[in-house]
């Protein structure tokens, strides 16, 4: 099933600089995922990952989208942090599904759950 987050709910304010943001991805509980998005042709961070997702002059007023699956092979509670940090310092936490607010309701009894969510990078 796939999992959407509200599309307003993740901000991230990001200067005007050349300098990159980026993204390190999180897991718990024996969780594996993998999330993906666009940066010069699509890109996969995967647990353990921190990876750069633009330059902040580029990302500054867009918004972007990012799919994350995964599963939890030992049964355990499917746990991923996302965190976001600008050139800044400034930074974006979003842990799935602890954060979750979208639709359909998060099934603790996914195995294998889909999610998505958008970040708004926000000039400063």
């Given at each position: 099933?796939?999992?959407?987050?509200?599309?307003?709910?993740?901000?991230?304010?990001?200067?005007?600089?050349?300098?990159?943001?980026?993204?390190?991805?999180?897991?718990?509980?024996?969780?594996?995922?993998?999330?993906?998005?666009?940066?010069?042709?699509?890109?996969?961070?995967?647990?353990?990952?921190?990876?750069?997702?633009?330059?902040?002059?580029?990302?500054?007023?867009?918004k972007?989208?990012?799919?994350?699956?995964?599963?939890?092979?030992?049964?355990?509670?499917?746990?991923?942090?996302?965190?976001?940090?600008?050139?800044?310092?400034?930074?974006?936490?979003?842990?799935?599904?602890?954060?979750?607010?979208?639709?359909?309701a998060?099934?603790?009894?996914?195995?294998?759950?889909?999610?998505?969510?958008?970040?708004?990078?926000?000039?400063?």
């Open positions: 099933m796939l999992y959407k987050e509200k599309d307003d709910k993740l901000c991230l304010d990001v200067p005007a600089t050349d300098k990159t943001v980026t993204l390190e991805v999180t897991c718990f509980n024996a969780t594996t995922a993998k999330v993906s998005y666009y940066y010069s042709g699509l890109k996969v961070a995967n647990c353990g990952d921190a990876v750069d997702v633009g330059i902040a002059n580029t990302l500054k007023g867009a972007r989208a990012y799919n994350g699956n995964g599963s939890n092979p030992l049964g355990g509670k499917f746990k991923v942090k996302h965190v976001f940090t600008s050139p800044n310092g400034k930074k974006l936490t979003y842990v799935f599904p602890d954060d979750y607010t979208g639709t359909p998060y099934n603790a009894d996914d195995e294998l759950p889909d999610y998505r969510f958008i970040v708004n990078f926000r000039a400063v």
